[in-house]
């Protein structure tokens, strides 16, 4: 696309006028900020998806293997008191890292509550049951009646359901909130607001038509001699055709000041009630193009991601690739040590676990300290 024109001021350009040229740029700059920030997110996410979570699935089966290895470890012999206490802490902690990805099946289930004397099941229970309260706390905060007990999220169609309801129950509160509002006796700020809203979609309406139409005489592909230039201007003139069906106004004040080479002169012509309307639509078009970039951290795609949004391409595919590199080392690390429980002799694993419950043990001055270390003084 050619390059946005930088129009240079004159007498005939008012302040509202030089303002509006400069709020297209501005939109057009987030615009491309917008779609690259987008690309970055979809390839970390993207490298994650072929790299990090396939690593990360892996070396939750290898402490699963090792837990297990572990227990039958412990059923071959009798073991010393304080051994047996130390996986206690190893196997349960093996176990909770593996279970993040791998769901509990029926020997993992025996050996963790083996080795906790709790059951698996009750905990799962409770924490999807303190999970579905605060969700049903902050449904009844938003005037929704919803019962939890009335759903099993373990059925595709009651999930299904659930959903179903949710988007009912959200238009029902949307159409209570607009039926409250309509009664209520309008403000004076109110009543010129909707004349303001009004008056903008008739200006809207009026113009678009006219600035389609310049745009399609120069962007005309059959006016075009040179091949490369007409297949760009078959690309912008669908451009053009949709924000014209969609009636997109800010769109085609973008295009129409990257192509036109008389903006200046039009511009000149806009009278100023017009310009300051056009102002007030491209400076809410810029405040949704500012916030959809900071809400990109909060899109599902890019959930585990979105520590890396801050980065720049190749710093992010830095600290990614290492990430990758340090789970593959993890892998192989627990790949030796599953060995060594296997083939070495007992006296050997008995040292080896004692080493392995340091890094499994916590020493309750930690979570205080991390506490401590949250507040700056």
Known sequence: MHSIIHIKTNPNLSPKHIEFNKLVKDIEKLRIELSREEQKLEMFSEYHTKNIRPAEVALCKRK????????????????????????????????????????????????????TNVDLDEIIQEEKEEQLEEMEDFMKSMGIDFDSKDIDFDDPESVGEFHKRMEEAKKQ???????RQSKRKK??????????????????????????????????????????????KEEIMKQVTKAYEDKDIITLLVIETQWLKNTEERLANIKEDVAAIYIQLLKEQAKKLRQQKSELRYHPRFQYVSSFISDKVDRGMLRLSLEKDR???????????????????????????????????????????????????
Do not use: C, G
């Open 64 to 115: 699963l293997e090792m837990a297990v290895t572990l227990d039958d470890f412990a059923l071959s012999s009798k073991l010393p008191k304080t051994l047996y206490n130390e996986l206690e802490v190893i196997i349960p902690e093996l176990l909770n890292e593996s279970f993040e990805f791998i769901p509990p099946d029926d020997v993992s289930k025996r050996i963790y509550e083996k080795w």
């Open 173 to 179: 509160m949307e159409e209570n909130v607009a039926e």
């Open 187 to 232: 403000t004076k700020k109110q009543l010129a607001a909707e004349e303001t809203e009004k008056l903008q979609d008739d200006i809207k309406n009026k113009n678009l038509r006219s600035v389609y139409l310049s745009l399609a005489k120069i962007l005309h592909p059959d006016s075009e001699t040179d091949a490369d230039l007409k297949l760009e």
């Open 327 to 377: 789970l593959n080392k993890d892998l192989r690390k627990t790949q030796k040590e599953i060995e060594i429980i296997k083939i070495n002799p007992r006296n050997e694993v008995k040292k080896f676990i004692k080493t392995l419950a340091q890094r499994y043990y916590k020493d309750p001055m930690d979570d205080f300290m991390e506490f401590f270390s949250t507040f700056r003084f």
